[in-house]
């Protein structure tokens, strides 16, 4: 079986793209035809077909790129210039091959006769539904220059608080791996060197050295087989977090933790309240705009409570009636949503909230920095402490012996 790429138009005349899998370029015109699509050129995909980074040596496209690319395209636009002129002049300039070459594949399509935003779905991992759906309304609006632009501000505040929280993760797992290489240092350097002394002299150790060299034996004989378990663990952990089961466990455990818990909760609360602002706020119906919140969560747990929620509104339900229940949102939220409602004005509301929470996810990041980094000093204390508290006992009873 092959892949083709396909352009075509609906029984409404409306320009249709994509991909098609078939044994044959006749057989996917078949295919085509009777899904009510009449074929205006395929072709056989390009090794590139799946994304211009199908090649593990081809440079990446960053987050900060698309942000650049975004906001680039909103000024030209504004300027007057032709969104498939725009993207050309983009391509010469760029000096990522990879990027070059999407947006060559980007402004043939649309020199093709097909709108922007239907080309963007061929590179659904740089442009998710969210920035598709907000070029398209921006298309239908004739606003696609103001839209591009929110696009690029919102995708620049994403990228801000990852970074944050990033970096409020990043000093201890820092600190946690200094403590490791320490204890490792001391058990499999220092200890192996002075343990040969306790054992001739005959004196009784004491039960944490006794432990420590154990330790030290296991790490410094059988390596190879620390080495198996640590990798056998990172597998498993790869593989979990690819199941549904795996995903599930730690969603869960990631809410619950006492200083990350709140801080990814005010995060995805950001993230998703913004996503829904901006949806309304360039007209996307609102059981779309639901429905991407649940995409962009990145939570199991808040992806479900969003998909719950499409499903009653679909009913008739109130956003804020449907909330109200669920403890995954705050109550002040709710109420501001219920306001929201009845004022027509939901999608200035939602922005605010959003940038509500992104000021208290600032203020979590601080708080959390501030209060983690005495606990693992101390915990790092604690533990090397011990390892040279238990290796000092010995020596102390040496030396009693001789004296």
Known sequence: MMQFEYLARDNSGKMQSGTVTADSANEAARKLRNDGLYTLSINEARPVASG??????????????????????????????????????????????TMQS??????????GGLDFSAALTKFPKYFDGVYVNLVKAGEVSGLLGALLERIASQMRNDLEQRQKVRGALMYPGVMMA?????????????????????????????????????????????WWACLLGMGGLAGFWWYARKQWWGRLAYDWTILRLPVLGPLMRKSILARTTRT????????????????????????????????????????????????????????????????GEQTGKLGMVLGRVGNYYDAEVSIAIKSATSLLEPIMVAGMGVIVGSLALAMLLPIFKLSSHVG
């Open 52 to 97: 211009p980074t199908s090649s593990i040596f081809a440079k990446r496209i960053s987050h900060s790129d698309i942000v650049y690319l975004s906001s680039q395209l909103a000024v030209m636009v504004d300027a007057g210039i032709p969104i498939a002129s725009a993207i050309g002049g983009l391509a010469k300039q760029s000096d990522n091959p």
């Open 276 to 339: 829904f602002a901006a949806m309304l706020n360039a007209g996307v119906p609102v059981l779309d705009g639901i429905q991407l919140c649940a995409a962009v969560s990145e939570n199991v747990f808040y992806e479900q409570a969003w998909k719950d929620l499409a499903d009653k509104v679909m009913t008739g339900r109130q956003i804020h009636e449907v909330l109200e229940s669920n403890p995954l949102f705050p109550k002040t939220l709710v109420q501001m949503i219920g306001s």
């Open 178 to 222: 200094m403590c490791l290489g320490a204890c490792a240092f001391l058990l499999t350097f220092v200890l192996p060197k002075i343990s040969p002394m306790f054992v001739a002299r005959g004196i009784e150790l004491p039960t944490p050295t006794i432990v420590m060299m154990s330790a030290s034996h296991i790490l410094t004989h059988y």
């Open 102 to 111: 999407m947006l060559e594949r980007i402004q043939q399509d649309v020199e």
